[in-house]
């Protein structure tokens, strides 16, 4: 393993604490809510309300701007427009002869029907490095509202931690870690806190027992990523730069899955910023979502066997080998 990567994994210790300083850090600068607080969030003695349905983790959502609806087709000119009423005879009543009791003015003189005048519309944005939803509906989150996990908060002077009520080795990883990988995507406190410092302290203390639950943890590592919140997405990279060095044969257990892990990251890759000569503060708290994809992409390389670099080059054209080159 080079040198930059075996940093970069030692940094991966106290991501919580660090996220959760962040939040607070930004709080102080800009006013801004330390953390994101869901409207179906009760109090800690509640449980979460049910979201609706039609909330999905990662769905993309159309949203037209303000005072303008969704372009509708045209089947006159075969293709979407924006579709506006003109007025016609219908919208005029004679007096003395009213429609109903509650109209003032009377039945219609015409039975011409409005057209509709046809305004075309712009090309519209991609929006791909766009957040979208990612709704409070986390299995993490049920679990431990029901205080079906044995976990809770260790508060210490310097950092909190995770107080688990039970032996760590003892516990049924078919069972728990697909549960915390799945609350990787909470933003709101106690639960982001909880998921991922358990989810780093299942990693260092899992061994083997981490090679067969592979199948069970890409559907939320795959909802995580769908998200495109640039501070979900950083502490999953975090999370799988952790998990491919957690044991024998798991990088290569994942090659199989890269057409459901890589696509975001390809978004992701070139996701920099260019602020000239101005110190970015963000490259030592590890926050530059390109950096991470970059760092994520070589060390699935290095240890994803001799297929790996093929299934990333197919998946993420840009990426050069750092094996081969």
């Known amino acids: ?25 930004q709080h102080h600068l800009t006013g801004a809510p330390a953390f994101t607080k869901h409207k179906e969030s009760l109090s800690c003695f509640d449980r979460t309300l049910e979201v609706s349905p039609v909330k999905r983790a990662g769905s993309h959502q159309v949203k037209p701007k303000q005072g303008e609806a969704l372009p509708t ?27 109903h009791a509650d109209a003032p003015g009377g039945g219609t003189t015409s039975l011409a029907k409005g ?20 709704p409070p509906n986390t299995e993490f989150r049920r679990f431990y509202e029901r205080g079906d996990l044995p976990i809770a908060i260790e508060h210490r002077g310097v950092g909190n931690r995770i107080a688990w009520k039970a032996e760590i080795e003892k516990l049924d990883y078919h069972h728990y870690l697909p549960i915390f990988f799945d609350g990787l995507r909470e933003k709101e406190e106690p639960y982001r806190f ?18 067969p639950v592979i199948p069970q943890l890409i559907i939320p590592i795959k909802t995580a990523l769908n998200t495109r919140d640039p501070a979900v997405v950083g502490v ?10 957690s044991g024998e044969m798991i ?22 910023i260019n602020i000239g000569d101005v110190i970015d503060y963000n490259q030592r708290k590890r926050l530059n979502i390109g950096d991470l994809v970059q760092e994520t992409l070589e060390l699935l390389e290095m240890h994803g066997g001799e297929d790996a ?3 990333i080059k197919y998946m993420v054209p840009c990426f050069e080998s750092c094996i081969l080159n």
Do not use: C
């Open 1 to 25: 393993m080079s040198a930059p990567s075996m940093a970069a994994l030692t940094q991966n210790v106290n991501v919580a604490s660090a996220t959760l300083a962040e939040d607070y850090v």
């Open 73 to 99: 087709y045209s089947s006159s000119s075969m293709r979407y427009a924006h579709l506006s009423t003109k007025v016609s005879p219908n919208n005029f009543q004679k007096r003395r002869s009213p429609a």
């Open 115 to 134: 057209r509709t005048a046809v305004r075309p519309i712009k090309r519209p944005r991609a929006g791909a490095f766009e957040s979208r939803q990612n």
């Open 194 to 211: 909880l998921a991922v410092e358990g989810v780093f302290d299942l990693l260092r203390q899992g061994g083997q027992k981490i090679l």
């Open 236 to 245: 999953v990279l975090k999370v799988l730069q952790q998990l491919v060095v």
């Open 251 to 272: 990088g290569e257990a994942l090659v199989p899955y890269y057409r459901q892990i890589l696509p975001v990251l390809n978004i992701f890759k070139n996701k920099h």
């Open 309 to 311: 670099f093929i299934n």
